[in-house]
């Protein structure tokens, strides 16, 4: 079965009760911030894979298999039993988002109403989520590529964020314009 950007909004639906206390937000505010994150996590995760680099496929295979997956309530309360890379959020953005992480977490907050710094708790704990289900994906063997290698990645990421390419733009900032609706002040 493909995972679709539905899927992963549920299973982080679903646990908005626990992710908002954690980031001192109700669950409606919650729900909505994961909402307008997700597409900006993609698109940057789309990015890393259509610039050809390693690092993202290296992360899925050795760091990412999807066993957050299997106890994300562990995860978020901090009970589960996982290796700290797999939960590194911070590292993730590092590499997903870069020197952006500001200008993302200030657009991200002028579309939901909360906090740039609630929206920079927020981050961290979704990206080892969907790192986590790209890495169950890409073991699944039902990305619609050849072999295991990062075209595969890049094809369930196309899938992910409409097909739309992130290659050639103008950069994260251009890529979260568009996925904002051009909310993004520059």
Known sequence: MTVTTQDIQQVLN??????????GANPAETQQAISASLPALL?????????????????IEQDHDGSILDDIAGYLNGTASLDPR??????????????????????????????????????PILAPIVMGMLGRQARSGTSGGSGGGLGDLGS??????????TSGSGGLGDILGSILGGSQNR
């Open 86 to 123: 797999t939960t590194n959020g911070g590292g993730i953005l590092d590499h997903v988002l870069g020197g952006q992480q500001p200008a993302v977490q200030q657009a991200l907050s002028a579309r939901t109403g909360l906090t740039s710094s609630t929206i920079a708790q927020l981050l």
């Open 43 to 59: 698109a940057g995760l789309q990015q890393q894979a259509a610039a050809g680099g390693t690092g993202l496929q290296q992360a």
């Open 156 to 165: 369930i990421l196309g899938g992910l964020t409409g097909g739309t390419s």
């Open 14 to 23: 679903a646990h908005a009760d626990q992710i908002g206390a954690r980031i």
